[in-house]
């Protein structure tokens, strides 16, 4: 792996566009990609079209298009002929399109996988001096992610720590690998390997992670490309000042922490973000506070 040039590659659902515009100036101030990878449904094309661009050169990719033969849709029937409620059809094509995103040419061949609600408050390596990959780890685990892992590759996860961690640094000829090994195993395409080996109680809820599966298979394959370096990361953004972070906000979270997620499903009551929000305003209206203030969040 080479840390010289990457592109980011980030699905955008209709409920997660609340931060998308701080995310993609976050991510051209502190990261510098050569492209961003915006994947999304044709329905939302227009409204990202108009988006602010923040230096970037961002190009968008119909989900729908990333994988022959996989759709929404189709995911939807696959789910109703187990027995499932459709809903969280969309859930999975995200995941399997980052993944596919390995197979499109024009992408570079290291891209960063970054979710669309959460924010680079500072610059941060995601490949050490060597050249090694970073993964991003927390010591919660969920299980139903594990048990995929070992019914689709055969053996049990290589790390006991989980890296679903709102983003991840992929090489494309890794990750091909890794669906290469799903379906020589398996004995089908990959899309559908996954979905059958999750227990039909799971589908509706969280029966796969491709950060679980693709960390868990860089550190069993290539343990001297990849290692775990836990991140100063906030998930519980939204929980603090709810689904629209002003400068202020994200000023006082960069005092501590590299990365803030800002998920819709987390958000806090009214009385709290207001306060928080009140709070981080006068911390930042300090001279010492707003002198430690990145850059990027004064202009």
Request: proline share 5%.
């Amino acid at each position: 792996m080479t840390a010289s040039c990457f592109d980011v590659v980030m699905p955008v659902a209709p409920n997660n566009r609340h931060v998308l515009a701080w995310a993609l100036r976050s991510l051209a101030v502190n990261a510098a990609p050569r492209r961003v990878y915006l994947i999304t449904t044709r329905g939302l094309m227009p409204d990202l079209i108009r988006l602010p661009q923040p230096d970037l050169d961002i190009r968008l990719l119909d989900e729908d298009a990333m994988i022959d033969g996989v759709t929404l849709a189709g995911l939807q029937d696959y789910l109703r002929g187990r027995g499932v409620q459709p809903g969280r059809a969309g859930w999975y094509l995200q995941q399997f399109a980052k993944m596919a995103a390995a197979s499109q040419p024009e992408i570079a061949d290291d891209y960063l996988i970054w979710d669309s609600d959460t924010v680079l408050l500072r610059p941060t390596a995601f490949f050490d001096s060597a050249g090694v990959v970073q993964f991003a780890a927390r010591a919660k685990r969920y299980e139903p992610y594990r048990q995929a892992y070992r019914r689709l590759l055969g053996h049990d996860p290589a790390a006991e720590v989980s890296f679903v961690a709102e983003h991840m640094m992929v090489c494309k000829i890794w990750m091909r690998e890794l669906i290469t090994a799903i379906e020589e195993r398996q004995g089908q395409r990959w899309v559908w390997a996954i979905m059958d080996v999750i227990d039909t109680p799971e589908l509706s809820h969280s029966g796969f992670s491709e950060f679980e599966t693709y960390a868990n298979f860089m550190l069993a394959a290539h343990p001297d490309a990849a290692a775990i370096n836990a991140k100063e990361r906030l998930r519980s953004g939204a929980w603090l000042y709810g689904l629209s972070p002003n400068r202020f906000d994200l000023c006082r979270l960069s005092q501590k922490y590299e990365i803030a997620s800002f998920e819709h499903w987390n958000q806090g009551r009214l009385w709290r973000i207001a306060a928080e929000k009140s709070l981080a305003r006068m911390m930042f209206i300090s001279y010492k506070t707003r002198r430690r203030c990145p850059e990027w969040l004064l202009a």
